[in-house]
C-alpha cells in the first residue's frame, strides 16, 4: 500500500545544466508536496552514463537552492530511502531485475548490436514499427546457460503482454490507453549492467514511496512501460500528472534555437529569482481567477494539480520581464539597495562615492521605470556619472541659439538658492522663465539634456534636487560649454 502522506520527486538527469522545463517539473512537485504538507524528494537518474556531466549534479542543486526549492529527502541532506543517487543503487536494480526473470515476466537477451541495426533496418524497410522480434524469447535454458557460460554480453528485457490494453488515469489528461502491440519488449538491464531509465525509475518510485509522479508530458509515453513494470513486479501504480508541453510563441517545442532555455541564463541576465518562479508557476497552472503575481509562499498555497491544464503552456519571455518589474518594484527599499551597489561594483563603478541615501532616493525615483537592476545603469547612467555626451536627436529638437544663454540664467538662480529642495528648484525655474518671459519648457527641455544627456527620465525636480545644487550647476556649465 502507498502511504496517504503525499510524496512526490523531481528526477533530473545530470546531463547539464537545469532547463526551465525541468524548474517547471521541479516547482510543480515542490508546490504540491508544500501544499498538501508531503514531501519534496530529488533524486539523481544518472544511469545513463554517456550522457553523464561532470559538475550537473551540484549545479542542479545550486539552480534548485538559488529558486528557493528546497528539498527534504535527497543527495547531501539524505534522508530514510537513499542513496538518492541511482548510480549508487546498482546493487537494487539487479536485485529487482533477478525477481523478475525468476517470475518469467523479463527474459535475457544476446542479440548483437549488429543483429539489432540489420533487424530495425529491415523493419523500416517494410515499413513495420521498430520493435525488438523476439528471437531470445525462445531461447532454452540450456542455450541459455551456454551463453552465460560462454560469457556473452546480454540485455535482460521485459515480456509485453500480447494483445492487452495498458490503462492508466493521469490528474491531468484523464484516462489514458495504450495497446501493448506498440510497447517493445524494452531493455530492463543493459549490458553494461546498469538499469535503464524505466527500470530505475519504477523501483525507485516504489522503493521510495512515492505517491504521485508528476513530469514533463514528454514522458506520457513512456508510462505504459511502467505501469507493465509495477504490474510484473505486483506493485500499486503511484498517481500520475503529466505537465504540458512548453511551447515557443510560434507553438514549436521550446527550444534552445529561439532563446535561453537554462535557468542559470535567465539568473545571469538579471532575472530575480521571485519572477522567474512566478513565471514557470503560470506555465500551465492558474490560480482560476485573473491574478498573476505570485510569491513562492502564495504559491505554496493556492496550487493545485486539479488548475494544471493539458493544452500547452506558451513561454512568453515579455511576459516574465512584466513579472521580473513587478517583483523588483515591490521588494523592500534595503534590498534593492544592496543589489543595486553589487551591481554597481560588478560594473566597475566606485560605489564608496555615492551615499546609501542618494542612492535610495535614486531608486525612489526610478521604481517605476526598471525592470532589471541593471537599468539603473543603464536608463539613468547620469546618477552615478555626470553625461559627457548629449543625445543629438534631442539637441536638433530641444536646443535652441538661445537655450545657453537662458541655461546660465537658471545656474545663477539656482546657485543663489540655499539648501534648495524639489520645490525650490521648480520655483526658481519658473521665476527665471517668467524674468526671461521664455514657456518653463524652454528651461525644461534643455536643463534636462544638461543634467543627464537624454530626453527622458523621471520627473526632473526629482533628478535636480538628487543631485544636488552644486553637481546642477556644475553640469549646466559643463553642458552650455560642449552643446553647440
Ligand atoms: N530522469 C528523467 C528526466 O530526466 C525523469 C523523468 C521522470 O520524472 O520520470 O526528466
Known sequence: MISDEVRVRFAPSPTGFLHVGGLRTALFNYLFARNSGGKFILRIEDTDRARYVEGAVDNLITTLRWAGLDYDEGPVVGGDFGPYVQSERLAIYKK???????????????????????????????????????????????????????????????KVPD????????????????????????????????????LANVVDDHLMNISHVIRGEEWL???????????????????????????NPDRSKLSKRQGDVAVEDYRDKGYLKEALVNFVALLGWNPGDDREIFSLSEL??????????????????????????????SKPGDEVLDMLKEHLAVSGIDVTRFRDDYL?????????????????????????????????????????????DYLKRLAGEFSALDNPGKSDFENALHRTAEELKIQNGDLIHPLRLAVSGMGEGPGLFDVVSILGKEETVRRINAAVERIK
Open 96 to 158: 529487482h531485475v533477478d525477481v523478475l526473470l525468476e517470475k518469467r515476466v523479463a527474459y535475457r537477451c544476446f542479440c548483437t548490436p549488429e543483429r539489432l541495426d540489420a533487424m530495425r533496418k529491415e523493419q523500416e524497410k517494410k515499413k513495420l514499427q521498430p520493435k525488438y522480434d523476439r528471437t531470445c524469447l525462445s531461447l532454452s535454458e540450456n542455450e541459455i546457460e551456454a551463453n552465460l557460460s560462454a560469457g556473452k554480453p546480454y540485455v535482460v528485457r521485459l
Open 360 to 404: 535610495k532616493e535614486v531608486i525612489t525615483a526610478m521604481r517605476e521605470r526598471v525592470s532589471f537592476i541593471k537599468d539603473y545603469t543603464g536608463k539613468s547612467p547620469y546618477f552615478f556619472t555626470p553625461p559627457t555626451e548629449y543625445d543629438p536627436a534631442v539637441i536638433r529638437k530641444r536646443w535652441k541659439p538661445e537655450s545657453a
Open 300 to 329: 505554496e498555497n493556492e496550487f493545485s494539480l486539479e488548475k494544471v491544464n493539458k493544452s500547452g503552456a506558451v513561454f512568453n519571455v515579455e511576459k516574465l520581464d512584466w513579472l521580473n518589474f513587478q517583483h523588483l518594484r
Open 221 to 247: 509515453s513512456s508510462t505504459p512501460k511502467h505501469v507493465l513494470l509495477y504490474e510484473a513486479f505486483g506493485w500499486e501504480l503511484p498517481k500520475f500528472a503529466h505537465l504540458p508541453l512548453l511551447l
Open 163 to 198: 494483445n492487452v490494453t495498458i490503462k492508466f488515469s493521469d490528474i491531468i489528461r484523464g484516462d489514458v490507453e495504450f495497446a501493448s502491440e506498440r510497447v517493445d519488449d524494452q531493455v530492463l538491464l543493459k549490458s553494461d549492467g546498469y538499469p535503464t531509465y524505466h
